[in-house]
């Protein structure tokens, strides 16, 4: 396995129902119990495809079963292996899930459907710094929204990958707005914004996403998600 990889895994919450048995024989019996506590069928379909996937992809990098796979969780609630073998984190925005794993570094992924919403202005308020703030509220309407969420989800990518979440605040975090912005200012207990890379994941037209990891010239590959059956 080559080092210092990312690889983004890409797949779909909506599975057969074969898939999704065979995806729940992974878990533990805490995620059993947990997807059970779902009264929507929905939600309990989605929440054991998440934690299949993840038990799924992790364990064919380090050629274990995907049920033996233990996690902790760290000072702020991210989930890690127990054995720190691999980093890893995730995303899901409706049906759509990302998994981005690496082995060298901490990572973040944030995925979010672009819909419009009537308080778009108000969280921008709250959530960007004020140069980002002034920088959007000049661009035209038609642009607002989707710079907003290549905005979110970076920030958001940044918080998780520092493994501090939406708690750290996403307007101390600040980015480059439009198409392909880096981060220009982090809080200074996590180094510089260029020791970080921001990248935004084309995935589908109705989305946004991004990944941030550290800035050390990594490999990175895009990959499909294709769950196994019984």
Not at 57 to 77: D, N
Not at 112 to 130: D, P
Request: with cysteine.
């Amino acid at each position: 396995m080559e080092q210092n990889f990312v690889d983004v895994w890409c797949g779909q919450l909506t599975l057969a129902p074969e898939n999704r048995q065979a995806l729940e024989a992974m878990l533990s019996d805490g995620e059993r119990q947990k997807a059970r506590s779902f009264q929507r069928e929905m939600m309990r379909d989605r929440y054991i495809a998440v934690r299949g996937l993840l038990r799924q992809t992790l364990a064919s990098y380090l050629h274990v079963e995907p049920a033996s796979l233990q996690f902790v969780l760290g000072e702020h609630g991210k989930p890690s292996l127990a054995d720190a073998a691999l980093r890893f984190n995730l995303s899901h925005s409706a049906d759509t899930l990302l998994i981005a794993v690496a082995d060298f570094t901490d990572i973040g992924v944030d995925i979010e459907i672009i819909r419009a919403r009537g308080s778009l202005g108000s969280l921008a308020r709250r959530c960007f710094s004020q140069r980002e703030f002034q920088a959007w509220c000049l661009l035209a309407p038609d642009q607002q929204e989707i710079n907003f969420y290549r905005l979110w989800t970076k920030k958001e990518a940044f918080v998780k990958a520092v493994g501090r979440g939406i708690a750290l605040g996403l307007d101390r975090c600040e980015v480059e707005l439009g198409p392909g912005g880096e981060l220009r200012a982090i809080p200074d207990e996590y180094g510089l914004a260029t020791d970080w890379k921001a990248i935004e994941l084309p995935v589908h037209a109705d989305v946004c996403a991004a990944l941030v990891a550290e800035n050390c010239g990594f490999s990175l590959r895009r990959l499909q998600l294709q769950p196994i059956a019984g």
